[in-house]
C-alpha cells in the first residue's frame, strides 16, 4: 500500500484538472445518473448480462493522462471512503468463520463477503503488449467479468485508442467509454509551469 500511495503521489504532482472527466468517474462508482452523452455501449456477445454494473473503459492516446487521471480518482476515493486493499494477508471471513483460501477463486469470493460498494481499478493492463498478440480474453479480468461483476461493483480499465485491448473490451464486454482528448493549450501551459516551478524555473 506504501509503494501504491508513492505512485499516486508521483503521478499526481503535476495534476491537470480533468473537471468533466472527474466528475463522471464520481458518478459511475456510486451509482448516479449519468449523462446521456456516455452511450452505453453492448455488443452482440457481451460477456456480461443482467443488471450489473457495467465496465467503464478510459481510452486515449499514449501521453492523455490516463494514468493521471485515475491516480487522482484513487486519492479522492481514498479521503472520501473507507478504502479496503484486498490482499492475500488480509483476514476475510466466509459466513462460517473460515478463512478464505488463497487460489484461483480468492478475488471472486472476496467480492461476495465485503459489504459496500466496490471499486477495482486496472491501469496499463496492455502496457509491455509491443506485438499487440496478447489474449486477454484469457487474462483477468475480461474472461473472469460473469464471475466478477456484482451489482455493487465497478470496473474501470483503462487501455490505449484502438489498440487489442481496446478492441476486446468494444467487441465483447457491455461496457461505457470515457475518451480522454488530448490537453488544450491552456492546460499543457499549465503543466509545464508547475513542472519547471520544482526546479525554481519561472517563464517570463
Known sequence: ???NTTFLINKTQFYVERTVES???????????????????????A?????SQPILA????????????LSKFILYLEVTAVMVYISYDNNLLTSTGERLAHDDNFLTNALKIIPGTIVII???????????????????????????????LSIIISCENDKLLHKTIKNTTKHYELELLPFTIEQRKFYVNNFFK??????K
Open 1 to 3: 500500500r506504501e509503494q
Open 23 to 45: 466528475s463522471f468517474l464520481q458518478k459511475y462508482v456510486t451509482g448516479m445518473d449519468l449523462d446521456s452523452s456516455y452511450e452505453l455501449k453492448q455488443p452482440e456477445y
Open 47 to 51: 460477456m456480461n448480462d443482467g443488471d
Open 58 to 69: 478510459i481510452s486515449g492516446k499514449a501521453g492523455d493522462g490516463k494514468t493521471m487521471l
Open 122 to 152: 486496472i491501469d496499463g493492463l496492455d502496457k509491455g503488449d509491443i506485438h499487440q498478440n496478447r489474449n486477454y480474453q484469457q487474462e483477468f479480468p475480461l474472461n473472469s467479468l460473469n464471475k466478477l461483476i456484482f451489482q455493487n
Open 198 to 203: 520544482c526546479y525554481n524555473k519561472v517563464r
